[in-house]
């Protein structure tokens, strides 16, 4: 720690670089400390980008100033009654001109390659929450066709942002970052400070020493480092997975007995691995269950520690259930019971909405939830009884679309409208795209795309069938991920 | 470049509104202005994502309106009511501080009815006085004037204007005739009819053969001096009243008086001093917050609220019946438009990416009983059942 100072090595930060970041920067009007609107920094840095120039070397060298370093902290009323604080939820502002700068360093990060594991799928480039899934399937699905048990426990970190400690922190990350950025994040996370405001009446000034930086960039980027090293504390032949904070450790074994004594060594080292981090663990709350080929599924607890974990038949994983023999069955019943809800709803809304209007809100908010991570749990091999259970809430919803209350139309007719109707077709159509941008991004593609490929049956002709598929409509997309 | 596009659509805008966004948006048009649209400013359905629409005046010319036009919602042209077209002739007129774009439609009339040319007379006179010079104009529209039908003088379109003096105004005003031939699709019609296009200021003008109804589209490009202050004003309004250029140079000018000392603290406190001086200087920061509160700022709404106002204050000093019924009715506007704004704004909480909104959106219709009045389009777009192309051979749905 000691060893670093301020005033060493200049980053040569420059009004092209600066510019360029500015682009992307999300015209926001909330203000932080200095009363300065996100939206007034962008324009400003894209008008004239010179004006930062100096301030942001100067910063490199001697310090961030302590203005930047001091949060408001608003409550934000969530729902429930609004005399309990409970039911708030707390947001911080930060200056905007320090979100620029931070914007820089983080670039500069980004430039060095991926630090923080492959095992990270969070706030990444081309990775989200199906990439995980499919990782996690994949590995599962590998070792049943070995005729292996395997075992998957998730773990349950309470505030983990929060607890971050930046001595530690310091300390994991110094091989991979060079000196010059490695002094900036040191200033960064050191004295910082929160105010709250309620109604424009402002607290005293209290000091923050643990934690990410809330609402900052960099904050889900120091997060990610910070819990860089978990695959390498952990046995070699545990395969993890994980989003942000949700990790999924799962191993494999041909007994029951070897597998069980693994998996409470590896629970074992994480807990203790996360404890010298400082993270707090709940081990009573931790999620286990068993794939198995066969339908007898062990329930008999395992002693951790001083703790008890019970095994179950199904289990969550950012979003959608995995059932233990990986049939599907419980998330197309969860997916029936939720869309139906919402059809019912949709229907109220023909009065108002036009057609087209209609046919849009069914395909981003019926289709978009119905069809999340489907890439995952749908394919061309699943059973008789899902792909049923889909089609008759499908054409209902298409229905809808048309305003077709009294089934006048058949399915065909339904087909020849909506070009791309079955399930199977959307299902198709989400893949090829993840593929797609994946393949275009890196050259040799990550091991994800291969999986993709393989799901698919479909090598070359990937492109065209791709470009044959017409969208409904772009937006489902975008709101595929969120509709959770 | 900015452009003004005239359009015939041939009686009632309602089926072709998908032709008219064609217009606007390929061509990236300002203003368009659309003929014989055939519809009332109750009907608020007829829009295009990305402009708003603009009526007649109904007290004016008639309970129908014949003439539209969709101006793109950046656009700095602001409709002018201070000009009023002849009655005779039914008109459109939008300025900006240096342009002036007007659109004129003339109602067809029996062939004895020789009223044309001095209406247009008037409508020339009144622009000129009040413009006196200082503005571009830019007039066009379908002004339906027969000639030609029965006498062979009329056969000329120049004659027929030396005739009415037309040419005699236009060169007395510097202003270029620039279609100088009736402009349609039909040969039969050829003859008859009369679309003109008179400019003030230099420009590109073409004729677009593809929209096509009975008539063909006009568009008028130009690139003057002024457009560099049109695009400034824009982007003012935009930002709701702030330029950035104008800032960050009077920033950067601040900051050479005052240099940088190397002490971050300090630098970081005058930067934002100066940005926020500067900012407090030219565009004061509650414009912008205001701005942000009403997402859907409504130009007629403010208006009647006005009016409104400046009649309670009389209405206080001295309380008659007279005042009072006007305040009834104008009472009555005000909801009526706030009905609609109320109706933006869903649409926007529908149109929009988050999940949790639209929902609670939905939760709030749901609770509603009596709401024929609100009626909703999503991205402003109307469709029929026959606007789906594959469904008008559906004998089932045609039933």
Redesign the interface.
Known sequence: MKDYKIGHTPLNITAVEIKKLASKLKPK?CQGE????M??VK??S???P???V??FN??C????????KIAIVKPLHKKGPKDSIANYRPFSNL?S?SKLFEKIILARIDALGELDGSFQHGFKKNRSTTSAMLELQDFIATELDKNKIVGTYSIDLSAAFDLLRPDIFLETIREKIPLGIMQVLMDFTSNRSFKVDVHGIMSKQKELSVGCVQGSILGPRLFTLYLSQLASKLPKEVHVVSYADDTYVSTSGHNMIDLKNSLVETMLQHDAYLKTIGMVTNVSKTELTYFSRSDVQDTIPLLVGNDFVKPQKTLKVLGITFDHDLSWNSHTSKVKQKASMALR??K??G???????MR??ITT?LF?MMYYASVVWLSELSTYKTIRILESIHYKGLRTA?K?YYM??SRD?LN??FQRATPLKWMKYATAKAAINMLQQDSEGPPIASILRSKLYINDRIQTEYQSMIPLDS?LD??HS??D | MSRIAYWNCCGGIANKLNTAEHIAKIHNVEILFVFEADCSPQHSWIRIPGYRTEFTDTHIYGSKCRQIAFIKLTSPFLRSRSITVPSDLEGLVFETAKIRAVGVYRPFKPINDNTNASHFNKLIQTLTETAKTRKDICIGGDFNINFGKFSPEKENIETWALDHNIIQLVNEHTWERIIRNPVTSIPELKKSQLDLLFVNTDGKHTVLDKYTSDHKCLMFEFKSKTEQIIRQKAKRRNYAGYSPQTISNKVKMDIQNQSLTGDTDFDADLLTNVITDALDLYHPLRTIRMARATDVIDQDLERVKKQRKRLMKKYHKDPTEMLLSKIKHLNKLVKKQINSVKVQQLNLKLEGKNPRSFWNTVAELEGKRNEENLILNINNKTTTIFSFPRLNNCPEITK
């Open positions: 009007l200095d009363g300065i609107p939206k007034i324009d400003l894209l008008a004239n010179e004006l930062f100096n301030l100067s910063c060298m001697s310090g961030i100033p302590t203005s930047w200056s001109i709803k949709l109220f809304l009065k108002y909405v036009n057609l087209n209007g849009k809100i908010h978009g048309i077709d006048l139309l007719r020849d409208i937006r975008e709101t969120t509709t």
